[in-house]
């Protein structure tokens, strides 16, 4: 066996590959909030219930406190009355899938199982409810968004809605534009045709019900609607927990039966499975737990407050320098644009060669130009003015040498620009230019085989 130490010198050689969302440069994928306390409380949490298996909660019993406890606490931010039942899962993506299969199995009980249940979604609904579409063999049909203010197109849903819908899904807010779909309108007329609604609520869950308390103008997108019949909120985004934490939650407990996957007849142990995964471990329940308490109503209503504190900075500073949103803000998402295309790639590659990891969104006709997207959190009410002297000097300074080559290469070959992929900052713009330059089902592929590569 190695000396241990020797192992942890080298873990933590390991870390230095990744950035430190501490330093408030990241906008994407790390929800930070910036107080060590919540993470060294949520690491012990870890550390205490690794080696717990929420696979069976008879052996684990802290697994079923921790999963009631979580859910409860996620009950009470959307208003969920005593009929909604929940599941906490690893993810956003794993509560979809979960809420799209509960949506099948009721559809198939009360019409039959012949034909391809269909779900319908706007283009901005998340690439996991087209993920459960497919993983379940299921139809998805995608309707446009309102140019102006990207949200789906109320009469294009109905217009999709037919005897094969088994599920409408909306989101509350959608993740490239950050706005809150028409929930009301649509779950009235769906609860109508007796259609389900769910509303992925992943990014706004956990924050939506603080800003409205806060006195935001938040659009109604939770229980209070009639016609929501699930919800999906993630723990690991703006409820601050370690990543491993969402929870799916149904109106009815039909719909959860229709997620219980069961095999009581196998010559092992009794298999009953509320969540996709089978054994996991309870430590980001644990975790999630911790940070609930640690936080409290009054811990998330101060977070919320500096996400918008800085929301309100970097939107101010942005549209200062020209930038404009490309959608209302009704969220802590930013998605900025400029009339001039170059120009933001030129923001983007300036940015991240100062050490900034800022989302770069295509354009989709009709819809928006390239744009700027930023996941703001609490962490970044601290760095808002450092950012902004950065933001000044990319736009007004000239495009760095590395955009210039990068472009050469694109122009000559953009293939062979792929193998710059991982070795660049510029990475977010090679993509997108790759991606402007070959037909979609081929960029798919192409993307298929350079993933194997990249993980051999
Ligand atoms: C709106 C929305 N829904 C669902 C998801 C999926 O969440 P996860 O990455 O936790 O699976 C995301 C992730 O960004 C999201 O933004």
């Not at 509303?199 to 806060?214: K, N, T």
Request: hydrophobic share 40%; glycine share 6%; with cysteine.
């Amino acid at each position: 066996m190695s000396d241990p130490s020797i192992i942890l010198e080298k873990l933590l050689d390991i870390k230095r590959l990744d950035v430190d969302p501490l330093r408030g440069r990241l906008f994407t994928y790390i929800y930070e909030t910036g107080d060590v306390q919540l993470k060294k409380l949520a690491s012990k949490a870890i550390e205490l219930f690794t080696d717990t298996n929420a696979l069976d909660p008879t052996v684990f019993k802290s697994a079923l406190f921790f999963e009631k406890e979580v859910v409860s606490f996620a009950k009470s931010l959307v208003h969920a009355g005593d009929s909604v039942v929940g599941t906490a899962t690893y993810g956003g993506t794993e509560s979809i899938m979960l809420a799209v299969k509960a949506a099948r199995w009721v559809y198939r009980r009360t019409r039959g199982a012949g034909g391809v249940p269909e779900v319908v979604l706007p283009i901005t609904g998340h690439p996991s409810i087209r993920k459960a579409a497919h993983y379940l063999d299921m139809r998805t049909i995608e309707v446009p968004v309102d140019p102006e203010t990207k949200k789906a197109d109320v009469e294009a849903v109905k217009e999709a809605v037919s005897s094969r819908t088994a599920l409408i899904v909306l989101s509350a807010p959608n993740f490239p534009y950050g706005v809150i779909d028409p929930i009301r309108e649509i779950a009235e007329y769906a609860s109508d045709k007796s259609v389900p609604v769910h509303v992925d609520a992943c990014v706004g869950g956990f924050i939506l019900p603080f800003m409205e308390e806060l006195g935001e103008r938040v659009e109604p997108f939770d229980f209070r609607v009639e016609g929501v019949t699930s919800l999906s909120m993630d723990a690991h985004k703006y409820g601050y927990t370690p990543k491993g934490v969402s929870v799916v939650l149904f109106g009815d407990e039909e719909f959860k039966k229709g997620t219980i996957f069961v095999d009581l007849k196998w010559p092992g142990y009794p298999l009953i499975n509320t969540t996709v995964l089978s054994s996991r471990s309870a430590a980001p329940l644990a975790a999630a737990w911790a940070v609930f308490n640690y936080l409290g109503r009054k811990g998330y209503l101060d977070m919320t407050r500096r996400v918008l504190s800085a929301r309100n900075k970097l939107y101010g500073g942005m549209r200062r320098l020209g930038f404009y949103s490309v959608a209302p803000l009704e969220s802590p998402l930013l998605s900025m644009a400029l009339d001039d295309e170059s120009e933001v790639f030129k923001f983007h590659a300036n940015m991240s060669l100062r050490g900034w990891v800022i989302g770069l969104q295509p354009k989709l006709e009709g819809v928006a130009p390239y744009n700027i997207h930023l996941t703001v959190s609490p962490i970044h009410d601290k760095v808002a003015e450092e950012y902004l002297r950065d933001a000044k000097e990319s736009i007004e300074g000239p495009p760095p040498e590395e955009l210039v080559k990068a472009y050469e290469l694109l122009e000559r070959d953009p293939l062979s620009a792929a193998s710059l992929i991982g070795e660049t900052p510029l990475d977010a713009i090679i993509i997108a230019k790759i991606l402007e330059s070959i037909p979609g089902e081929l960029a798919e592929e192409i993307a298929r085989q350079l993933t194997v590569e990249v993980f051999k």
